[in-house]
């Protein structure tokens, strides 16, 4: 299963990993890299993947290409609200702008993250 990792983690903790993965990469280590998506904050990860934005991402799961309007079918919303998401999921990063329309190339999402009370 092609699952797409969404984690919050700092600006520093970010870039630290990919040194890592890029000093392994060039010695010929760790091929097994799963995708990784991360946010800064809770509020970051949030104005991307409000709830109708996660609805779209996750009717699209596994689907392949699909136009705009098979996305509005698929989640019963106007197709002029959907284009608008799927522009923002695009800008975004977490779907793909194909020849034939959108796409969201995994089968699932796996949320990973902690979160703590305030000091």
């Known amino acids: 299963m092609n ?6 983690q700092s600006y ?4 630290a990993e990919v040194e890592r993965n890029s000093a392994s990469a060039a010695k010929g280590e ?4 799963q995708p990784t ?26 689907r392949g290409s699909l136009t705009v309007r098979e996305v509005a079918k698929l989640v019963n919303r106007d197709i002029k609200n959907v284009h608008g998401d799927l522009d923002m999921l695009v800008k975004s990063g977490v779907v ?24």
Do not use: C, Q
């Open 3 to 8: 699952t797409l990792t969404i984690r919050l």
């Open 12 to 15: 520093e903790n970010m870039i």
């Open 37 to 62: 998506f991360s946010f800064e904050s809770w509020e970051a990860m949030h104005r991307t993947l409000a709830p109708k934005r996660t609805e779209i991402v996750m009717a699209m799961a596994g």
């Open 30 to 33: 760790g091929g097994d890299a």
């Open 96 to 119: 793909d702008k194909t020849e034939d329309g959108f796409a969201f190339p995994y089968d699932r999402i796996h949320f990973e993250f902690d979160m703590e009370a305030a000091a």
